[in-house]
């Protein structure tokens, strides 16, 4: 008899895969779902203990013998309070035993519900890890307990091992379920010193470069190695800092649509966030088995299909899985990603916008300068443009706000030599002025201030806020704030003050702006959310139209006899 309790399920499934078999049972009402679910099935080897106190020990007992973790499990309120002498005890002697406590609906906690205390954590030194695990309602849910299960299942093993907790919400006491257990997604991490790890063979890869600081010539060439050795596409944009071979920025495809024919059999990220909602949306929806390559080893589940962590150096895994592997493989989903990119076209009319002056300055920016873009409009709108591979690019997408921006920008042009340049809107600029007063600011700070006079991100046709129309303004997208310009606050703190209202106002300042002065340098350039807006929206649109010419085509071609086609062919001389 089984549970149908699905987050009771998954813990049951996991703890099979882990290979915990031995399960020490205090009675009580709140974990009858569990006990009936694991005392009549042959994996499992239960043992009947109705002191929890006693259990606890007696499980770091049978656990120094049979040299495996050991899980106990018991009901709801004091009688978790009672695992804590035994479970220090195992934390201290570094040994593996799952407490597996039982609990009601958060709904229930703090209000004065019989046999219900706060009992989702453990003191710090009772368990390595400790959970809470909520009664499914979704699939967000569904990938949130997935990913706790696994977490407290690997800390009973991970750097030494100890004890770990899962508290497990239950409401009905027993709800029978199937007696076929799903398979749930267990997560394996591997370590250098581990002598098997797993092997791609023939699989079309996608590697997934987040943001990262500039790769050593050590990272770039174990990278370019596993790149030869496999049918591998480096997805990158330009926070990335990678232009080794295979490497495709397809956000500018995927902005437009979908994956496609493009869909990966495998996908291993490495780095931070790319600040590339169009990647991430497709990737969530496609449950493609997700490889992870970090030295923290922490869990980052980012498409939710997250199967394997590889808690090493870069450098190390890439070289180790290039070196597994004899001969090169072929270049064929590489080359269909690029072929599918050359697709995509940009306009020539387009509003001043940002990716207008993005399709300008980025051909001029000099060699080996640092760049940085103020998060998502400017990050998404120079996308679309190549910069020279020498410039090393970033943005702060880590923590995603638009409070330091110019701060973190600043920070990093006084302690280079080289041009630094930054793309920020009018909110994010403002929001850190005061920045522009540091004292120690060089002659080497070039800031191009796109001032729309507002959260043009809000105004964007794609987002949820343009629907209330010039509503949107008053609050979410904030319009009408700062005055009308940064001139005087730029002056004031001996910024040299370009003022940009017209393309040919910007053709002209761009040869001034990007050549060396006397002092730090700010291009305001005025544009309007609307026309920023419209400029994504021509983008978009004028490439959905050739897709769909592409389709039409491409259906003619494939009902066309073939004898008609090679006497047009002959006609047209193609």
């Not at 800092?241 to 495709?248: A, E, R």
């Not at 026309?531 to 066309?560: P, V, W």
Request: net charge neutral; with cysteine; aromatic share 10%.
């Amino acid at each position: 008899m089984i549970t149908d309790y699905k987050h009771v399920r998954m813990l049951l499934s996991l703890l099979k895969q882990y290979n915990i078999k031995h399960i020490v049972v205090s009675p009580g009402s709140r974990n009858i779902s569990i006990v009936k679910s694991v005392e009549d099935d042959p994996f499992f080897t239960c043992y009947s203990v109705v002191d929890e106190r006693s259990a606890a020990y007696f499980a770091v007992g049978i656990s120094l013998q049979v040299n495996a973790p050991v899980a106990i499990t018991c009901t709801s309120a004091q009688a978790t309070r009672n695992y804590m002498p035994g479970l220090t005890e195992a934390f201290y002697r570094k040994t593996p035993v799952l407490a597996i406590t039982t609990d009601y609906d958060e709904s229930f906690t703090g209000q004065l519900n019989m046999q219900s205390i706060k009992q989702m954590e453990m003191p710090s030194d009772t368990a390595n890890v400790s959970v809470d695990i909520p009664i499914i309602k979704d699939m967000n849910d569904e990938y949130l307990v997935n990913r706790r299960l696994n977490l407290a299942l690997d800390a009973l093993t991970r750097n030494g091992g100890g004890p770990a907790h899962i508290n497990v919400r239950i409401n009905e006491h027993w709800k029978k379920g199937d007696d076929k257990l799903e398979l749930a997604r267990k997560i394996t991490r591997y370590k250098p010193l581990d002598e098997e790890w797993p092997k791609i063979n023939d699989k079309r890869i996608l590697l997934v470069i987040g943001g990262h600081r500039p790769f050593s010539n050590k990272e770039t060439v174990a990278i370019e190695a596993f790149a030869n050795a496999h049918n591998v596409a480096i997805y990158v944009n330009h926070i990335s800092n990678f232009n080794g071979l295979k490497t495709v920025h397809g956000n500018k495809l995927l902005t437009i649509g979908s994956f496609g024919n493009l869909l990966p059999e495998l996908v291993i990220s490495i780095g931070g966030h790319l600040g590339d909602y169009p990647l991430d949306g497709n990737l969530k929806n496609a449950k493609i088995e997700h490889w992870r390559v970090c030295e923290d080893g922490l869990y980052a589940d980012a498409y939710n299909s997250l199967t394997k962590i590889f808690e090493c150096p870069e450098d190390y895994f890439f070289q180790r899985m290039a070196d597994a592997v004899k001969g090169n493989s072929n270049n064929n989903y590489y080359l269909d990603w690029q072929a599918e990119i050359s697709k995509v076209t940009i306009p020539e009319k387009l509003p001043l916008s940002n990716a207008y002056i993005a399709k300008y300055l980025s051909a001029l920016i000099p060699s080996n300068s640092n760049l940085h873009f103020s998060i998502l409009n400017s990050l998404r709108n120079w996308e679309l443009y190549d910069v020279d591979a020498s410039i090393k690019c970033y943005s702060n997408v880590a923590g995603f706000g638009i409070d330091g921006d110019l701060s973190t920008f600043l920070g990093q042009s006084v302690a280079s030599d080289d041009m630094n340049f930054l793309i920020i809107g009018d909110l994010a600029f403002f929001y850190d002025m005061n920045a522009l007063g540091i004292r120690q600011i060089k002659n080497n700070v070039r800031i191009v201030l796109i001032n729309n006079s507002g959260g043009g991100e809000f105004r964007l046709y794609t987002h949820t806020a343009d629907n209330f129309g010039d509503l949107s303004n008053r609050h979410i997208a904030a319009a009408g704030h700062f005055g009308e310009s940064a001139e005087g606050w730029a002056k004031n703190n001996n910024f040299e003050y370009l003022r940009v209202k017209n393309k040919e106002k910007l053709k002209e300042s761009l040869p001034i702006f990007i050549k060396h002065s006397e002092s730090p340098m700010l291009m305001e350039v005025f544009t309007t959310m609307s026309d920023d807006s419209k400029a994504l929206e021509t983008i978009i649109k004028s490439n959905l139209h050739q897709t769909q010419r592409e389709k039409i085509k491409q259906t003619i071609k494939e009902s066309m006899p073939s004898g008609l086609k090679t006497g047009l062919k002959r006609i047209i001389g193609k």
